[in-house]
């Protein structure tokens, strides 16, 4: 009996410990690169692409996250050119989570990006790029895709969430281009359609997050939502209701909210998130936006999960790739 006991001791003993290691490995730090609108000169920036994703490699982030824009506006929007980027995306060593640009699709119709249907050009960035529920990368991770939690939404297979030591990531589909809120009724019907998967999916990230006690809540996508003061508020401003998301959401979380996105190719980290009266800045959201265009160049972030501002951010900023200074 004593020995029992004594092995029955040391068993519980090494299920306390092995708990407290996971514990702790829950809340370890980390860090993710992000990046985006790039490569717009082809094929000269073919070089200066593959060089990035030779330091990204190097520097063996947890993922990266790639915001939109694969490349210019005046590039052809063909079905090589997405297999080319979808082998790009998978020469990354870690996993790579894609958010879709206006470039890929809503600008297609331009005669120099090869005057295509963008609904069309929608169909195939979806059946290219998210035919699985795997991230890309030579290491993958998987995803939640909200095609596959609720039928309504079967087709919005680009919206996805995971979840890294206790902070949600979660991946939404807003494009430049006024979230393609313009042109024609064919593209305001597309746009009514996917704003409101994005808004179901917004909430149901803040609920997520709050349900599951996690930390907090990174969310990335593509557009320049802050580009003037009155997205938030015009009637004709397709991002006004995705802003007042935002803004009720996180004023009720209270935890830190990261917004990561592209489309205006200026580094710049700022608080420009407001309340839903937009009369105060809401101090628990940042919002950085990436380099991109001439600036083939990437940000790292790292989240330390025990401090009480989690978030820490530092500009890869290859100086190979730089236009101004030369190199």
């Given at each position: ?61 947890s993922f990266s996250l790639f915001i939109g824009d694969t490349k210019s506006g005046s590039t052809p929007c063909s079905d090589e050119y997405n297999q080319k980027v979808k082998g790009y995306f998978n020469q990354f060593t870690s996993p790579l989570i894609y958010s879709i640009g206006d470039n890929e699709w809503t600008d297609c ?108 809540i990174v969310f990335c996508y593509q557009a320049d939502m802050f580009y003037t003061p009155t997205q938030a508020t015009n009637a004709d401003s397709g991002y006004r209701d995705t802003l007042h998301a935002f803004s009720k959401n996180a004023q009720e979380f209270k935890k830190p909210v990261l917004l990561i996105h592209g489309d ?64």
């Amino acid at each position: 009996m004593k020995s029992f006991n004594t092995l029955k001791a040391l068993f519980s003993g090494l299920l306390i410990a092995c708990s407290l290691t996971a514990s702790a490995q829950s809340l370890e730090a980390f860090k993710f690169i992000a990046l985006g609108d790039v490569p717009y000169s082809i094929p000269e920036d073919y070089v200066r692409y593959e060089r990035l994703i030779a330091v990204i490699n190097k520097s063996n982030p947890s993922f990266s996250l790639f915001i939109g824009d694969t490349k210019s506006g005046s590039t052809p929007c063909s079905d090589e050119y997405n297999q080319k980027v979808k082998g790009y995306f998978n020469q990354f060593t870690s996993p790579l989570i894609y958010s879709i640009g206006d470039n890929e699709w809503t600008d297609c119709h331009r005669p120099l990006a090869g005057s295509y249907d963008p609904l069309e050009r929608l169909d195939n960035l979806r059946s290219t790029f998210f035919n699985t529920q795997k991230s890309f990368g030579k290491q993958q991770i998987s995803l939640i895709r909200q095609a596959d939690t609720d039928p309504k939404y079967k087709k919005f297979v680009e919206n996805a969430y995971w979840v890294k030591n206790h902070f949600l990531f979660v991946s939404l589909h807003i494009p430049g281009s006024n979230n393609n809120f313009e042109r024609n009724d064919q593209a305001k019907a597309e746009y009514f359609e996917r704003n409101q998967a994005n808004l179901d999916w917004i909430q149901r990230a803040f609920d997520l997050a709050s349900t599951k006690g996690y930390l907090g809540i990174v969310f990335c996508y593509q557009a320049d939502m802050f580009y003037t003061p009155t997205q938030a508020t015009n009637a004709d401003s397709g991002y006004r209701d995705t802003l007042h998301a935002f803004s009720k959401n996180a004023q009720e979380f209270k935890k830190p909210v990261l917004l990561i996105h592209g489309d205006s190719h200026r580094l710049i980290l700022d608080q420009p998130l407001k309340t839903v009266d937009q009369k105060n800045i809401l101090e628990n959201v940042l919002r950085l936006e990436l380099m991109g265009a001439e600036q083939v160049q990437a940000v790292m972030i790292g989240i330390n999960p025990k401090s009480e501002q989690p978030f820490s951010f530092t500009p890869i900023l290859l100086r190979q790739n730089m236009g101004t200074p030369k190199p």
